[in-house]
């Protein structure tokens, strides 16, 4: 199935300021949401329409539908702000 990529200004702006061997990872997880977006190791957040997968140190926070994959949110693991962004977007 083809799907597109949508990346919400924030994570394009998070993945800017990223070193480029991190983005570039993190680039790789998101073209493989397009072929699956529902991995083994991605898990849904309870009370949202959203999932989240990490990469590496990095989670991303997307959701989908059948023709596009949305990235709304990408931040460092251990930082609670990802969750709190998360939830300013839905």
């Given amino acids: 199935m ?4 949508s990346i919400s200004k924030s994570a394009d702006r ?3 300021r990223v070193p480029r061997k991190h983005a570039a990872q993190i680039a790789k997880k998101i073209v493989a949401l397009l072929e699956d977006p529902r991995p083994e190791d991605s898990i849904s957040m309870k009370g949202s329409v959203f999932f989240r997968v990490d990469s590496g140190e990095y989670r ?3 959701r989908f539908d059948n023709s596009t994959v ?8 251990n930082d609670g702000d990802v969750y709190r962004k998360a939830k300013r977007v839905e």
Avoid at 2 to 5: E, K, V, Y
Wanted: proline content about 0%; aromatic content about 16%.
């Fill in 70 to 77: 949305f990235v709304s949110v990408i931040g460092k693991r």
């Fill in 60 to 62: 991303i926070v997307y």
């Fill in 14 to 16: 998070f993945l800017s």
């Fill in 2 to 5: 083809n799907r597109n990529i």
